[in-house]
DNA sequence: AGCATTTGACCAAG
DNA sequence: CTTGGTCAAATGCT
């Protein structure tokens, strides 16, 4: 997924993907004020328009920033942003480049781990083309896929255990994608988790669907994390579990905040899949969406700025 | 009852 | 021998 996602041959595609999501993101803005000077919307719809006008803003930030640096000229971030989950290409040590990257993020422990590692990343003669990779993120458990966890390991040098996953579907499709989760000892909020896959998703249950705009993204295309959150910020405008104030107050999607409240390894593994018990994966009414068109011009405006959002994800 | 998670034991690489 | 990764029986949940 990573070396798709930085393949020097998508640069050009990568540049125009871009530049479209920052063209989207300057139009919702300019836009923006429109939804709030219809004076027949009712008080809940503009709410409602303010906040998931908001929240595809925020999306198309977060997107935006990780795009940028993903490119392939300068070297990326070694401190992660807190608020989005950012792909590292991992355990390549034919690649100088995310070599030296891990070098920046991993405790002696950790390269040790890596280099006695007997997962199928290095297995048989297939040594270049890595099937492993890292990802820095605040929702390790919610990342489009289906997760069963089969252990936990207290690691040495860390104050939090590790968790392992593999793919729900691994018995009925043979899918052999995996992956351990480890929190990060930096006390930053929401805490920050290091989340290293191995193997791609063979299985169809792998997936990434959105349903908004019937939209199937193969891994590769965007970082599921990514997708899920930029999914996220579109949910279903009516179904507000949350009351408006709330909204307001919230700094993170929900997608993006602490699932099942905490990092413990008690409580986290109750939440491991798309379908946590804290939040499933929004359905977006689409009944909904075309009455809201049909009651309120502006959501012509949000539903093209929102199709022009997904296209340049499809794109991408 | 069936399924998912927990957790101690085991395996294998360094 | 140490330790990361996996297995599988026990346990919990729906």
Known sequence: MAAAWCMPAAADERERAVAEVAQVYERIKIQQPLLQ????????????????????????????????QQRPSPAP?????????????????????????NEA??????????????SSVMEGNNKT??????DFTTVPYEDGYEWRKYGEKKINGTSYTRSYFRCTYKDDAGCLATKHVQQKDSSSDPPVFQVTYNNKHTCNNGKLILPFMNIKLEPPVLPPALAVQAYSALHDPFDQTMPPSQQESSSLPVSMQQPCGGA??????????????CDEYPVLNMAHMA?????????????????LLCDSFKFY
Not at 43 to 53: D, F, K
């Open 37 to 68: 000077v219809h004076h027949h919307y009712s008080s809940s719809h503009q709410q409602l328009a303010q906040s998931l006008l908001s929240d595809a803003l925020r999306a198309l930030n977060v997107a935006l920033s990780v795009m940028k």
């Open 105 to 118: 993020i991993a405790t002696p422990t950790e390269r040790r781990a890596k280099k006695r590692s007997r």
């Open 264 to 277: 413990t390894s008690s409580t986290t593994s109750s939440c491991i899949s798309g379908e946590s018990c």
């Open 129 to 134: 083309s890595s099937s492993s990779w890292v």
């Open 291 to 307: 009455a809201a068109v049909e009651a309120s011009p502006g959501y012509d405006l949000l539903y093209e700025e929102l199709s």
């Open 77 to 101: 971030a070694t401190t992660p942003p807190v608020t989005s989950s950012v792909v590292v290409k991992a355990e390549s040590p034919r690649s100088p480049s995310a070599s030296a990257d």
